[in-house]
């Protein structure tokens, strides 16, 4: 359980924007950090935003990866299974499997990837610090190359008036905190977050490892804010299919793979 040092009793609610249409399901930003166990950003003093976040919304303490590296992860994150993906070096453009990217366009509801210093959209190709093992829109066959070049893009400098329904965010590999410290991630995290929630967006962080195997990939920090979401610790289970699930339960989607014998994330 996080400790009432790491994170104090609930602030006044954060400060959301009104860019949600009334009685429409608020929009999703899953922003997805790197390879950090639970304990590591709780203790830290350098993770100061992140534990104000979890402080303003929803943290949730038992919260597991399922995989060591980093893809089969990203691809349990959006597709409810691995596809026999075990390393970070598997084929782009190969799995059949559903995701849900494909599911958001198959029921209108738009969607977009926002990888950061990727340069190009779709971009196949690791370029300095873009990881594209981090990137899952490229590894799904029915995206590539049409859907992945219009909503697989680099991150914006400016945010859209209106955010798509659902946004995959994937700092850099500095910004992640994968090459770099907790403190340059925590700093992304305090710039690039609060104009999201202004937007109205509920936004979900997590990790996509940690550095043990419980749970398969570590127990890491995930945590989640915005309108509806109620200031508490949830102690339940969860894993990546559980934030896929919850997921397509806040979009009226079907659930895919492993994801349809998950506990959901209680995304309002």
């Not at 494909?102 to 210093?117: K, M």
Request: net charge positive; charged share 15%.
């Amino acid at each position: 359980m996080l400790s009432t040092s790491a994170v104090p009793a609930p602030a006044a609610p954060i400060s959301v924007g009104d860019n949600v249409t009334p009685g429409a399901t608020a929009p999703i930003v899953v922003i997805v950090m790197e390879n950090h166990e639970y304990g590591s950003i709780v203790d830290s003093s350098s993770a100061q935003y992140l534990k104000a976040f979890a402080r303003d919304g929803m943290v949730f303490t038992h919260f597991h990866a399922l995989h060591h590296p980093s893809l089969p992860n990203y691809l349990e994150m959006t597709s409810g299974q691995t596809s026999g993906c075990g390393s970070d070096g598997c084929a782009k453009a190969r799995f059949k499997t559903s995701s849900v990217f494909s599911q958001l366009s198959d029921n209108g509801i738009t969607w977009a990837s926002w990888v950061e210093s990727m340069g190009s959209p779709c971009r196949m190709t690791s370029r300095g610090t873009y990881a594209s093992w981090h990137n899952p829109a490229l590894y799904y066959r029915n995206l590539v190359p049409r859907a992945c070049t219009r909503r697989d893009v680099p991150y914006p400098t400016q945010l859209p008036r209106l955010l798509p329904r659902f946004v995959f965010a994937v700092p850099n590999l500095c910004h992640d905190m994968h090459d770099c410290s907790i403190a340059t991630g925590n700093r992304w995290l305090r710039s690039h977050v609060p104009p999201l929630l202004h937007h109205g967006a509920i936004v979900i962080i997590t990790f996509d490892e940690g550095t043990s195997y419980a749970g398969g990939g570590g127990h890491i920090f995930t945590a989640m804010a915005g309108p509806g979401v109620p200031h508490r610790q949830n102690p339940h289970v969860y894993s990546h299919r559980g934030l896929l699930a919850g997921i397509e339960r806040h979009f009226g989607l079907q659930r895919l793979n492993g994801a349809r014998r998950a506990r959901p994330l209680p995304i309002p």
